[in-house]
């Protein structure tokens, strides 16, 4: 009977509702209770590419909790620009290093073991220059047989390669951790679907390939290793100036979903400017929040792909703004992307770059949306399950047709 106690049967979305987000949270409940230390004073970090963006931002938010940093960079101006800001109580130190001269690492990592006396408690795998290159080559839109080999070997000589050369440097000093040692390769959700070129997305697949593999053989020596997939957008200065613009359909932009985004005027430096991007500091408060949680929980997420917005929403850690940016492709993030009026609502004026306290009020409905209102979220191992060999999530209209009015003319 449709009636229940003289009242009607829930109807059968309600149901369904209920079960994908009790599916969302299922994998949360799964893992062990959270158990933070009040700081990271006396433990040792270092971060490549540290002096900038993201790398610039997780400096400050592991020195703010109370870590020694060495960080790396390319110019001697700039890293020392990003220790000089570095928030106390912990400390950053400069060295101007190439990611991609293995020498220049291998000196790097032999200062490193002099100055701790042999041990190192956080490496942060996030030297990349494929960004870089692209920009000073105008490769961004171009398709893979026009852009030569060059945007492969910069996307894999810094940002996988040096990745892993950094790692064996490191594990030595990792091994003698005060607790758990920490990996941490930054990444981002290009190996999931198609963006920006194919090189990147080759490069962003070895890295969670890498992170994975790297795991299972560091359980043995204490030494956990994630991925850390960045909220996107990023509100670092490349992003804001305009750097990742240029992409169009089928050439840096997914078929279907591109084609919602060109048709809707959809920019990243936009969205960068939204409630929807994370920020600098947000991004090390939230790393730093994970390292702190050095025991069983932090080692049941080792191999695993993370992201910051449900990282931050484990640990209670809101950005400068006030608020928790919601996951890259949830429902939330998703509406709000799409919906020009929502966009233009979600609009929050970009601060400095690495604002640590709030410096904007959220408006009582901002609050509600972005802090209370619950959202939909797929998990990862879903869409890669769903999708397949080789993990890459194929969409709809994937086949160009002869008349197809989004088939580029080369």
């Known amino acids: 009977m449709e009636a229940m106690q003289g009242g009607r049967r829930l109807p059968r979305w309600v149901w369904v509702a209920v079960g994908a987000v009790a599916i969302t949270k299922l994998p949360e409940l799964l893992h062990p209770r959270v158990e933070l230390t009040a700081t990271l004073s006396g433990r040792f970090a270092v971060v490549t590419g540290g002096s900038r963006g993201l790398g ?24 020392t620009a990003a220790c000089a800001d570095a928030p106390e109580p912990g400390k950053c130190i400069p060295s101007t290093v190439d990611s991609a ?7 790097f990592f032999l200062d490193v073991h002099m100055a701790t006396g042999g041990h190192l408690d956080i490496l942060v795998n996030n030297a990349f220059s494929g960004i870089g290159y692209w920009n000073e080559h105008a490769s961004l839109g171009k398709p893979f047989w026009d852009t030569g080999m060059g945007l492969y070997d910069a996307v894999h000589t810094v940002g996988v390669r040096s990745h892993f050369k950094a790692t064996i440097l490191a594990m030595p000093l990792l091994k003698r951790a005060l607790n758990r040692g920490l990996i941490v390769n930054t990444n981002s959700p290009g190996c999931l679907l198609y963006t920006f070129n194919v090189p990147y997305g080759m490069g962003k697949c070895a890295v969670d390939k890498m992170t994975a593999d790297m795991a299972i053989e560091a359980a043995t020596a204490r030494v956990d290793v994630v991925s850390w997939w960045a909220q996107e957008p990023l509100q670092s200065k490349q992003v804001l100036d305009g750097g990742l613009e240029g992409a169009t359909v089928r050439r840096g932009l997914p078929p279907v979903l591109g084609d919602v985004y060109t048709h809707l005027g959809i920019r990243f430096e936009t969205l960068a400017k939204t409630a929807l991007a994370g920020t600098l500091r947000w991004e090390g408060d939230t790393l730093s929040a994970f390292a702190r949680d050095s025991g069983a929980a932090r080692a049941s997420f080792s191999g695993l792909a993370l992201r910051t917005s449900s990282v931050a929403a484990r640990y209670g850690v809101y950005d400068d703004r006030g608020i928790q940016p919601p996951p890259f492709l949830s429902i939330k993030w998703s509406v709000i992307a799409m919906v020009p009026v929502l966009t233009e609502w979600a609009v929050i004026p970009p601060t400095s770059e690495l604002a640590s306290t709030p410096s904007f009020t959220p408006t009582t409905m901002q609050h509600f949306v972005f802090n209370v ?38």
């Open 56 to 79: 610039l931002g997780i400096t400050h938010g592991l020195t703010a909790a109370g870590a020694t940093v060495f960080i790396t960079g390319r110019s001697n101006a700039s890293v």
């Open 101 to 107: 001269n293995d020498t220049a690492l291998e000196r």
């Open 373 to 410: 209102l619950p959202d939909l979220v797929i998990p990862i191992w879903v869409i890669k399950l769903l999708a397949g060999t080789p993990h890459s999530l194929q969409w709809p209209g994937l086949t160009v047709r002869g008349d197809s009015k989004s088939e580029p003319s080369r």
